[in-house]
């Protein structure tokens, strides 16, 4: 028994050097992020602690869908149903703004397509279920303890911060706005080189205090951000990345710094070039037309953008 | 005179699955919930009532499905196994009453078991001052409903398969049923008629555990009450389905070579 236990301890002991080795400590250590993979998922493989707090974030993201829509289960319209024309029913007006596609049903049918005759009516009464007539979503506020608690589980989970803070920014207030960005700044330091968190930084900023300087910075960060990691961003972060480009032009548009936006502008076309925003921002109406004339050139450049 | 069989029976049962402390993992489990929900709570829980009720729904669900099938799947091979059913049939009861009284013992003490872990997942809640609505009452009700049909059936099961196979099929319907059912209803959509009541037939045969759980409704906020034709529907499909299985399962029973 005694001997065993010196094995493990001594196995233990090994491990625990060995982890240590820099050869060993950059392969589990390695916060890269590489191409094709979440980097959310890439941190998780590093350790099984990191493993269970992934899951239970990603539980806590689905459970806080699940929530806004009072328990309802919600599935998108299968490539059949869309081929065989299925309609599908606006959500009741609850104030709110559309909060999931248009193309999306209950999971559990309702009776006009539900083959089960009396087992379907016993379901539609167990469950939760709303027909989409008079479906409606709870205050996303409600869902926000959630979020905390999901970046509080997994600090590296950028969709529970960019989220959360869009919850806490529905509250218009100034209030509202410096919970937000303080919410933020706690993602940020848990992901300094996140360009989502960095892009929803600036967007508040700019849209909520009207500080173009501050947004510039942030979005320049973003930008800065996104050329470091270019070659490993996942889908998010590239289209965090892509409209870090379209907000600084607008900025530095905005800031007279016209030099700076058309630099801007052809970096990010460079980089995005199929975006009709940075290609209609290149292209802006010579102020000599009319208002008539301008808005008529710019019809003729968003249509040359959009088949480029 | 039979319903003395019966008490007998379900007491035995009762007093293997003490022996065997099951209801300690229980109470174990229960005491588990507590400290989790207690940490839960330093987090704090305003705003989190919907999260906590559903986590108390889901582990309530999760732990007596768990014990009820593992209690029922090894009750009669365990006894045939270990010889203990020769004394038991020396006596003046059929198979048959074995069986009932086996069955009942199996539900009882899943009713205790979940019993317990529902006392103690509503202290959790209590403590953290969540509000109770008259759905939780009939969400305790159905559930009972639903580990009564789950128990026959696994019973069932444990005639045909060996214990391990039977607790594994049962658990793969307790908890794969109502995935089953859905896409059922998905592929119905365009299927020719011949498939159509194939999957009909496969609709009204497969357990539908899922109508037993008001889960979805007790975790969120405002759902009426379930109306009285729900669950007395329910009560009949339970009977039904649970009396359909002990059948089968008596027929196996009976030309089982002991």
């Known amino acids: ?272 070039p199929d975006d009709p925003v940075l290609a209609h921002l290149e292209s802006a109406a010579p102020l000599i037309l009319t208002e008539k004339g301008q808005r008529a050139w710019l019809e003729r450049e968003r249509k040359k953008a959009a088949k480029h | 005179m039979k319903f003395r069989i019966y008490k007998a029976l379900a007491r035995g049962v009762l007093l293997e699955t003490i022996r065997r402390k099951d209801l300690w993992v229980v109470a174990i489990l229960g005491f588990l919930i507590m400290v989790a929900a207690g940490g839960l709570g330093l987090y704090g829980m305003q705003g989190l009532e919907s999260f906590a009720k559903d986590l108390a729904v889901s582990v309530l669900g999760l732990f007596t499905t768990i014990l009820a099938v593992m209690n029922s799947s090894r009750l009669l091979p365990e006894e045939i196994k270990q010889r203990t059913l020769y004394p038991l049939l020396a006596r003046p009861i059929s198979r048959m009453d074995l069986l009932i009284g086996k069955y009942l013992g199996a539900v009882l003490a899943t009713w205790i078991a979940f019993a317990i872990l529902s006392i103690t997942t509503a202290l959790a809640l209590v403590i953290f001052g969540v509000h109770f609505e008259l759905i939780m009452v009939q969400y305790l009700f159905a559930k009972m409903l639903g580990l009564a049909v789950l128990c026959a059936v696994t019973l069932s099961f444990s005639l045909y398969l060996t214990p391990a196979a039977a607790a594994t099929l049962s658990f793969i319907l307790a908890f794969g049923s109502t995935m089953i059912i859905r896409a059922l209803v998905l592929a119905n959509d365009g299927a020719s008629p011949a498939t159509a009541w194939l999957f009909k037939g496969i609709n009204a045969f497969i357990p539908q555990y899922g109508l037993f759980d008001f889960g979805g409704r007790v975790a969120n906020i405002g759902w009426a009450p379930v109306p009285l034709w729900v669950l007395g529907s329910l009560v009949v499909y339970a009977a039904v389905y649970s009396a359909a299985s002990l059948a089968v399962a008596w027929v196996g029973f009976r030309k089982k070579a002991i």
């Open chain 1, 1 to 272: 028994m005694k001997a065993k236990l010196g094995v493990s301890l001594s196995l233990l002991a090994l491990l625990c050097v060995g982890w240590q080795m820099p050869g060993v400590a950059k392969q589990i250590g390695d916060t890269s992020k590489p191409a094709g993979l979440d980097a959310h998922e890439t941190h998780a493989s590093v350790s099984l602690l990191g493993q269970v707090r992934t899951n239970l974030s990603s539980w806590l993201w689905l459970k806080s869908d699940l929530y806004l829509h009072n328990g309802v289960e919600m599935r998108p319209l299968t490539e059949d149903e869309k081929k065989r024309g299925v309609q599908v029913q606006a959500p009741a007006d609850d104030g709110h703004e559309q909060i999931h596609a248009e193309s999306e049903v209950t999971i559990v049918p309702a009776k006009e397509s539900d083959f089960r005759g009396w087992f379907g009516d016993l379901d539609r009464a167990t469950n939760a279920y709303k027909d989409m007539q008079h479906h409606t979503h709870n205050d996303p506020m409600a869902a926000l303890p959630l979020f905390r608690l999901m970046t509080w589980l997994d600090p590296q989970f950028t969709p529970g911060w960019t989220t959360g803070a869009t919850i806490i920014a529905r509250d218009t207030s100034k209030r509202g706005t410096y919970d937000a960005l303080n919410f933020l700044a706690d993602g940020l330091r848990a992901n300094p080189d996140s360009v989502e968190v960095l892009v929803e930084i600036g967007y508040l900023h700019l849209t909520r205090r009207g500080d173009k300087q501050v947004a510039a910075e942030y979005f320049e960060k973003a930008r800065g951000a996104g050329q470091m990691n270019v070659k490993t961003l996942d889908e998010d972060e590239r289209d965090a990345f892509e409209q870090s480009y379209r907000w600084l032009a607008l900025c530095y548009r905005d800031l007279d710094q016209h030099e700076a936006m058309r630099g801007i502008l052809a970096e990010g076309l460079a980089a995005f």
